[in-house]
């Protein structure tokens, strides 16, 4: 399945919203916003927040459709200039095992050495394939936040991971 990682830009919004409340319905655990605060969302939120972010999308070359997504952030902030972060990992689940989410990453990783010294990410503890695909590129547990995640009265810890890339 050939797959094109690239950005996404305000006008994608739509069919990053459409992919976004998918990873929010089907895995609300693993992300830290919520399917009811997202669907809230206007289109200008949703442009808003593509435009002041730098989000990739893995798309299928032969429909260009969107697949999956990860997001990838820095702070202005000078004392901790030299991080970065990845979050937002989602890739559907008809597109498992495409290797989406290895270029979804590399993406980020490529991204992360042009500016940091250190990229980051959170996982949830019981998500297994994605902290097989983590430490398959590099990533390393550098410690565990108990309840990280709240859903209901229901909490989940969570794998704090980074990626040294000095």
């Known amino acids: 399945m050939p797959i094109t990682i690239q950005k996404i830009t305000p006008d994608d919004w739509r069919v990053w919203k459409a992919i976004r409340l998918e990873s929010l319905k089907l895995h609300p655990k693993s992300f830290g916003s919520t399917l009811e605060i997202e669907t809230a969302w206007t289109e200008k939120k949703f442009r808003d927040t593509i435009e002041s972010n730098t989000i990739f999308g893995a798309y299928l070359n032969n429909d260009n459709s969107l697949i999956g997504t990860v997001g990838f952030f820095t702070t202005d902030n000078p004392k901790m200039s030299h991080k970065s972060r990845m979050g937002g990992m989602y890739v559907s689940p008809e597109s498992r095992g495409s ?21 980051h990410c959170s996982v949830v503890i019981d998500n297994i394939p994605a902290l097989k695909l983590y430490k398959r590129h590099g990533f390393i547990i550098y410690g565990t936040e108990p309840r990280a995640i709240k859903i209901d009265d229901r909490y989940y810890d969570e794998y704090h991971m980074l990626l040294d890339l000095s």
């Open 99 to 119: 290797g989406a989410s290895h270029g979804l990453i590399e993406a980020v990783i490529e991204q992360a050495r042009q500016c940091s010294l250190q990229l």
